[in-house]
């Protein structure tokens, strides 16, 4: 399970991707097509076709990192596709990694406490 940090930001590309593509061309693919900075800490997903399969994308400080996942049955859950990215939270981003149903979950607003008087 990959467990991105709580500030950092994470888009689904919602259109499918040729699959064969690897750390250059996805980040090239995020930058001309979908107007994303790949070596700003941000973390791109991408699907396949089949919907069995999802590569992510993202920048370590370091060098680009590509992780690619096929789920053993079934597919993932996708949106509708269309041109441009869709912003998922930290928490749709952990079931739609899971192969859960990310659409059905979201991040609890928890108000900041007050000191007590």
């Given at each position: 399970?990959?467990?991105?940090?709580?500030?950092?930001?994470?888009?689904?590309?919602?259109?499918?991707?040729?699959?064969?593509?690897?750390?250059?061309?996805?980040?090239?693919?995020?930058?001309?097509?979908?107007?994303?900075?790949?070596?700003?800490?941000?973390?791109?997903?991408?699907?396949?076709?089949?919907?069995?399969?999802?590569?992510?994308?993202?920048?370590?400080?370091?060098?680009?990192?590509?992780?690619?996942?096929?789920?053993?049955?079934?597919?993932?859950?996708?949106?509708?596709?269309?041109?441009?990215?869709?912003?998922?939270?930290?928490?749709?981003?952990?079931?739609?990694?899971?192969?859960?149903?990310?659409?059905?979950?979201?991040?609890?607003?928890?108000a900041t406490p007050t000191a007590a008087s």
């Amino acid at each position: 399970m990959i467990i991105p940090s709580q500030g950092l930001r994470i888009v689904l590309a919602v259109r499918p991707i040729d699959f064969r593509c690897g750390h250059d061309a996805l980040a090239a693919l995020a930058q001309n097509k979908l107007g994303l900075d790949p070596h700003s800490g941000l973390i791109v997903v991408f699907r396949s076709k089949r919907m069995d399969r999802l590569k992510i994308l993202l920048w370590d400080g370091t060098g680009l990192v590509l992780i690619y996942k096929r789920l053993g049955e079934g597919g993932f859950s996708w949106p509708q596709i269309s041109d441009g990215v869709l912003q998922l939270s930290r928490i749709q981003f952990e079931a739609l990694f899971d192969g859960l149903h990310w659409k059905r979950v979201g991040e609890r607003i928890v108000a900041t406490p007050t000191a007590a008087s």
